[in-house]
């Protein structure tokens, strides 16, 4: 059976009017935790986990704790780790998940995958959708500007992505199942646009901007889930990211490896970047944290990386 995902049932309310009925498994990370604690009085937490890393092994370890808890439903509080970590363990323990994010960092609270990193690259699991999303704008503006709207890079991938699927279409490199579709890519360009024109605002913690980055983000997932690949928006910039962390060390903020990939790779595409750095810098994704050197040998390396990571045919390739 060939399933098409849906998106989680999004709300958009205070953190402090949720009244949680069951006990609550949480899975967390310290900083986001003591961001919104003080918020959520409506929530019996059975257990309390804190998530450090992007592993199986890592996320195996909290389950054995999670399985002695009597939490009838998991809570993942925090960005796209905590969202990661959280549907792994809801998935294995068969339970109900909400995510309360508290920046709009990445886009892992609507898939239905969790990143882990594997062999020095990133592989996508199953896991599952979360049932619901809960959004307290107030909470994401207050989020450090850095990662507040950095979800921004998983949509402004769209522009060297979908690039890259064009192009490994033009070569007759797609694989079978990930053929280009116009329409699609058509309709991603208008995320694209839709993202781009509200940076300014997202990035400045705006509510108005905060809830469209999140329609982009949504809208830009949902075109995925309907054609069963991710290739309309992830291509070379996030190659570029998943390689350049092996040099960096695991823990950087995503979008501070995908947005420096996004410039990187749409520069060799020869796609004009000022609108792209201007949406970049609006949304405070530091564009100069990466040494020129990590920069050069993730370059030099990221042909023979994709290879043998076996990653879409894209621009990367063939630097
Ligand atoms: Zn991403």
Redesign the pocket.
């Known amino acids: 059976m060939k399933q098409i995902q849906n998106l989680p049932v999004s709300c958009l309310m205070s953190y402090r009017e949720i009244e949680e009925q069951h006990p609550v498994l949480m899975v967390t990370s310290a900083a986001a935790w003591k961001a919104v604690e003080a918020r959520l009085h409506g929530l019996k937490i059975a257990t309390k986990l804190e998530v450090s890393t992007a592993t199986t092994e890592h996320w195996d370890t909290l389950l054995s704790s999670a399985a002695r808890s009597n939490a009838e439903v998991v809570y993942a509080v925090g960005g796209g780790l905590a969202a990661d970590a959280g549907k792994y363990l809801a998935a294995e323990l068969n339970l109900p998940l909400t995510v309360l994010p508290t920046a709009l960092s990445?886009?892992a609270f609507l898939t239905a995958t969790s990143g882990v990193r594997c062999e020095g690259c990133v592989a996508y699991i199953e896991t599952k959708v979360p049932e619901v999303v809960i959004l307290d704008l107030e909470v994401i503006a207050a989020a450090p500007a850095s990662i507040r709207a950095a979800g921004i890079?998983?949509v402004m991938?769209i522009a060297t992505g979908s690039w890259d699927w064009k192009f490994a279409h033009e070569h007759g490199q797609n694989l079978p199942g990930m053929e280009f579709i116009p329409w699609v890519y058509e309709n991603a360009q208008t995320i694209l646009d839709g993202v781009l024109d509200c940076a300014v605002a997202a990035g400045r913690g705006d509510r108005e901007g905060l809830k469209t980055l999140y329609d982009c983000l949504a809208m830009e997932v949902q075109l995925c889930n309907q054609v069963g690949h991710a290739r309309p928006e992830?291509g070379s910039e996030?190659y570029f990211a998943y390689c350049a962390e092996n040099l960096v060390g695991p823990g950087w903020p995503?979008g501070d490896l995908?947005g420096p990939g996004i410039m990187l790779m749409a520069a060799m595409q020869g796609q004009a970047t000022e609108r792209y750095e201007s949406a970049l810098q609006a949304c405070h994704i530091p564009l100069d944290r990466i040494p020129t050197a990590v920069t050069e040998e993730t370059l030099a390396a990221l042909p023979t990386y994709c290879r043998k990571h076996n990653l879409p045919f894209g621009i990367a390739h063939v630097l």
């Open positions: 990445v886009d890079t998983d991938s992830e996030h995503h995908v």
